[in-house]
């Protein structure tokens, strides 16, 4: 257990309907990544935050995806009108401080993602 | 794009032996890499990192080279054991960057 918790850890939707997942990171980490893994892949990056801050969203955060940090404690990822090209593995990591040597990112064990 | 790749999709290797899993990238302007290991049904793993000022990195059984003039980072596991068994990813910063870019794994596998 990294201390990253993701929930849930498993999610079956129809297709068209939206879903939320949540992500609660490490206290004190003020950094929360958002990742997308699709099977036989590595991890691509979605979003970042600092705190309540989203500060980068990678192109393939298409207009359905939102994702929030209120309090910039905990996250959440909302999928809107789910497609089944959305089916993949959702991991959330978190760090403190920048990513570098001696500041490692801590990745949760994901919410598996299954559009039917 | 992505710039992290693998030249590898499978390795599978002797219990006891060592492993090699190599990893090439296209970004000369990562400062920073890291390998992750990744277990079925987990989110990944540090395993060790290497700054680009370094070329060799030596952790508890497992050793990180660096090679810059080819672009060309490798994981070495000594006497691999079953619970090696898992898919490795070589993951880079890009200078100033803020994100970690994974590579597509390499999946190492123990025979007996």
């Known amino acids: 257990d990294t201390g990253v918790s993701q929930d849930p850890r498993h999610k079956i939707t129809k297709r068209g309907q939206n879903v939320t997942f949540r992500c609660d990171p490490i206290s004190e980490h003020n950094r929360l990544y958002w990742y997308r893994q699709t099977l036989g892949q590595g991890p691509e990056f979605l979003t970042y935050?600092?705190?309540?801050?989203?500060?980068?969203k990678s192109r393939l955060l298409s207009d359905r995806f939102s994702a929030e940090r209120p309090k910039g404690s905990f996250s959440t990822l909302e999928i809107q009108r789910t497609e089944q090209g959305d089916s993949a593995m959702y991991l959330c990591?978190?760090?403190?401080?920048?990513?570098?040597?001696?500041?490692?990112?801590?990745f949760g064990q994901g919410t598996r993602l299954t559009v039917v | 794009g992505e710039s992290v790749g693998l030249h590898l999709p499978t390795l599978s290797v002797q219990e006891g032996d060592n492993s090699i899993i190599n990893c090439a990238y296209s970004?000369?302007?990562?400062?920073?890499f890291i390998w992750y290991k990744q277990e079925s049904g987990k989110g990944p793993q540090f395993i060790i990192d290497i700054r680009s000022n370094m070329d060799k990195r030596q952790g508890q059984r497992v050793t990180v080279l660096l090679n810059k003039t080819v672009k060309h980072l490798s994981l070495q596991i000594a006497a691999t054991q079953p619970g090696d068994s898992a898919v490795y990813f070589c993951a880079e910063r890009v200078n100033r960057d803020d994100k970690i870019i994974f590579g597509k794994g390499t999946r190492l596998h123990i025979l007996p």
């Open positions: 990591a978190s760090s403190l401080g920048r990513v570098s040597h001696g500041v490692k990112a801590f």
């Open positions: 970004n000369s302007a990562s400062d920073y």
């Open positions: 935050f600092q705190n309540e801050a989203q500060l980068e």
